[in-house]
């Protein structure tokens, strides 16, 4: 979780009422209560949209020359500052990895100088390869997946492409305590993590069983490990594992969920 606050400029947000929902993903819940976890009612959120673009976007070729940044992403419109504030960094956080994933970030880092640096880029590119396919685009997507009153689990995919093989998808899944607005870790909710990793990579070689068959195997290369992306939803704890996270590109994203009844021996007492 970021530990800094990083501005977003009122100029490039706009308030929109959709939610683009990711595939495969467990069915959002946006306001029912999840077993044992009743309380207020859900929280009232918006989603905000980027979007800028550079160069020859009217183009409808794909060669054209083109930089493209859309983002939406997830607000608190109703609730506590520091639930507000915990949200806005989090999705802060993951678009500036998506417009700048090798920089490091510093609290004097904005939103319109990320976005800025991602299109002097482009630019320096066609000053290079003036007659190669330079459609450059940096794509976020929200969805909600738990919204009961006591816990907000929020998911963002993305999409980028600055040249290379293939673009590159990837996803950030974050629970907040409601009340607190504290980021949910793992800790606060699992009594033994090496537990949790067994029977996590059981469902993973169930759910990829047809790729296990075929050869795949984790090794020193891809050894198992956690899902860097683990979150509440309405009946567990839901897995996103990103491409390159455990396994090869090829194998895309794999998402499954542990149910709490199967894990509650592992469940610390605040998390049931």
Request: charged share 20%; glycine share 8%; with cysteine.
């Amino acid at each position: 979780m970021v530990k800094f606050a990083i501005p977003i400029p009122a100029f490039v947000t706009t308030a929109i009422l959709t939610l683009i929902a990711c595939s495969p993903n467990p069915t959002p819940n946006n306001g029912e209560q999840s077993p044992g976890m009743a309380t207020a009612g859900p929280v009232e959120l918006e989603t905000l949209t980027i979007e800028q673009e550079h160069g020859n976007c009217a183009d409808a070729s794909p060669e054209k020359s083109c930089a493209l940044v859309k983002m939406t992403y997830p607000s608190v419109k109703k609730g506590s500052e520091a639930l507000k504030s915990a949200v806005n960094l989090w999705a802060t956080d993951f678009m500036l990895g998506m417009l700048e994933p090798s920089a490091e970030m510093d609290q004097e880092q904005s939103m319109e100088s990320a976005i800025q640096g991602f299109f002097n880029m482009h630019e320096e590119s066609v000053k290079d390869f003036p007659d190669g396919n330079l459609f450059y685009t940096v794509e976020v997507s929200d969805t909600v997946l738990l919204n009961d009153g006591k816990y907000l689990t929020l998911r963002l995919d993305g999409y980028s492409y600055a040249g290379g093989a293939h673009g590159n998808p990837t996803a950030g899944v974050g629970s907040f305590e409601v009340a607190t607005g504290q980021p949910v870790t793992l800790e606060s909710l699992v009594t033994n993590l090496d537990s949790l990793a067994q029977r996590a990579e059981q469902k993973f070689r169930v759910v990829r069983k047809e790729d296990f068959a075929e050869g795949f195997d984790f090794d020193q290369v891809f050894p198992f490990k956690l899902a860097d992306n683990i979150g509440i939803v309405e009946n567990g704890l839901f897995f996103c594992y990103v491409p390159y996270e455990v396994a090869p590109y090829a194998m895309g994203f794999t998402e499954f969920v542990l149910p709490f009844d199967d894990i509650k021996d592992l469940m610390r007492n605040r998390a049931q």
